[in-house]
């Protein structure tokens, strides 16, 4: 167990983001334009609870991280638990291909998008194929795209026509 | 006896060929998702749902039942044999399962899982049958005070009881709490937290939480936290389970049932507690405790049966009382509603009313999904073990682009799609900091829930705030709600946890 004096930084800023977003909910609720008729409870009421609910919690956590961390925290929360080396990297292939897919996927279809959405995963896990990887990846979100489209009626954008 | 001619007839719909096959399909689809490692039954619903937004209702619901089964079936499958459970009520599974499977017997495992999971979908299923339409008959005796009493407790244990720490619930709770209040007030039409984006104004929907956080948050967090195990081959010598076996698994199914189907009926959160309660149980009562994992044996079977007996006994609990109150007691359950709303089906106690054709339909293919899982996965084993063995990049692209459909499925919105992104990372901070998930969906689902109750208790009461107390039956619960957060406190002070300790 850590100190009981001791800041976990980290964990401080994760209570402050809690106070954080709690005054967005209290100031913006005191905000709401005025109702109109009988009103019981106003729509600001609410908000204003949870806003002060979650704000006691932040509070609280902030509290447990200036003295020395969260309580009862599970051994693979330490915050000794470094990250992977090649990890964040692996994390932003993800995330480009995630970004990738909602900006185009109403310009290119779902068919590219997706497969674009594969290959930037697969590339993200370690796969160091990129070619063979968008292959797969169209091969996999080709039938995909029939069975929706055809199948199950759900539209997915096409880049052409109804089979692509 | 009325419920039974209702089942009658909810049989003879769910019995349709055409049901039938959606309800193998269901099941395929269920387990082939549930399988994949880091996916649980929550989330491969929220999957799946897109598939079944345009099957006509009776077919969906069935297609539901089966992929519900399928899921925990899979889910179980990859904790025997990969030691990754897809949530945390799989974890006892993986204990003494993966033990066995690495002692060469991963099919008894598999198969006690899977007969275990019947036995206990079976009677839960009765139990559900004969208990649902009494809860429901008194839970149209509540009123809006009783049922925000139910939804404040509801909060309070999925937060409080679960998880290592309250508070760090609490936070989760109120996270889930501000999420849902992002949208319209249906009140007083004043559009809440939109920030001007105009897709906020309908709010945002469970399962694109629920798919950032699982899917996409697991997916970031092991990227960058996880190291890469090495999954073993397992050999799958043979499924058949021996004497011996059957003679260990049989008391322990019973016992798991038992634990689990009450847990899962309550207004309390979810179904860890009882997974562990059966853990420890068969612990105690086996003739056998040199097998179990904290000994170093070979792996236990009751180990195995009796927590999946008490999973799904208690996953079918949880549809007491998620079809009567329309509570939902899981993340998963939280899914299941939400495809109910889909359908226009509100559940409570007036869909008993409105549309009991639909819900003993629904019961009705619960047993039939109970039979088809047994049926279809069992010889199967093979074929999912298979899937197993793609390699992991593309199993994790394969996930994103599934998780990518189903959230773009819903409102052909690329904007969800950067908010799945967004939450799949808090996802991961979450993860990080030890920050349970399941009370951010329930606080997304319940929290407008409460607050419309409360305006209706209010506006019978005429303002009144000591309606809570002054209604016995509300009161009730609320005194209920400061049990739980007392309670624990009080057990820790003693020096008891209400955690597994081995």
New interface residues.
Partial sequence: MTGRSRVVL??LA?GLG?IA??L??VI??LR??P?MGF?????HV??CA??A??GA??L??SY?ACTGG?????A??DDS?Q??PG??L??AW??A???A???L??LIGFVLA?GL???C???????RRPLR?LA??IA??LP?YWL?NAG??????PLVNAWI | MDILLSLAAGFSAALAPINLLWGFIGCLLGTAIGVLPGIGPALTVALLLPITAKVDPTGALIMFAGIYYGAQFGGSTTSILLNTPGESSSMVTALEGNLMARNGRAGPALATAAIGSFFAGTIATVLLTLFAPIVAMLALKFGPAEYFAILVLSFTTVSAVLGASMLRGFASLGIGLGIGLIGLDSTSGIARYTLGVPELVDGIEVVLVAVGLFAVGEALYSLLYQKEEASGRHRLTSLWMTRADWRRSIPAWLRGTLIGFPFGSIPAGGAEIPTFLSYSTERKLSKYPQDFAASKGQGAIEGVAGPEAANNASATGSLVPLLTLGIPTSATAAILLAAFQNYNLQPGPLLFQTSGDLVWTLVASLYIGNVILLVLNLPLVGLWVKLLQIPRPYLNAGILVFASIGVYGMRHSSFDLLLMLAIGWGGVLMRRFDFPVAPVIVGMLLGPMAEKQLRNALSISQGDWSIFVTQPIAAAFLGLTLLVLVVPHLLHARGIKLQEDD
């Fill in positions: 980290s964990q994760i809690l977003i709690s967005v909910l913006g609720a709401f334009p109702e009103v019981i409870l106003g729509a609410y908000p949870v806003g609910f979650l919690v932040g609280l956590l447990q969260f309580r009862e925290l599970d693979s929360s638990a990250a992977q990890g964040r692996g994390a993800v995330t291909g995630l970004v897919i909602a900006v996927i109403s997706a959405l594969f290959a995963s697969a590339r993200g896990f370690g796969s990887d797969i990846g996999l979100t995909i929706f199950l009626g759900v539209a997915l954008p």
